[in-house]
């Protein structure tokens, strides 16, 4: 996660029309505030409990790991309660899914894609994580690394 948690401040954003109105109800940041995508989705598979220290993320199970699975799961396991937060959940299965019909990903998968596989899956070829990263640093509002937010 880069410092700034994908937050980054753009001054002259209605110098890019494409960018739309900022965020305005950060609850710890101001200014015209903008997220990348992707740490936006990192968030929607993230666990929505506070971050967990090395010592108990082995403990963790796989589900408690992914914050719209996990989501799913609870409501099918213990039907709806107090704390379910289906707009939350909702709006993060539809922008996962957004996020994989915009990306168009077409690495093309074979037998090293299917469930006997048991190492790490079809190779993909990616962005350069680095410059994203350097990108959002230089923006950035703060330094803070969280997944999930406040």
Known sequence: MPLGSGSVAIPDYRDHPLLGDPITDDPIRSGPLFEASWTHALHCVSTE???PSVAS????????LYYSVDSYHQLIVNGRTDDDNPTHAGHCFEYLRNSILCNLDMTLEGSM?????????QPHVCRNREHAIAWIEARRVDDLQD???P
């Open 57 to 64: 993320i082995n403990q963790l199970t796989a589900l408690e």
């Open 49 to 51: 409990a506070p971050k």
């Open 113 to 121: 894609s299917t469930p006997d596989d048991h190492e790490r899956g």
């Open 147 to 149: 997944i999930v937010g």
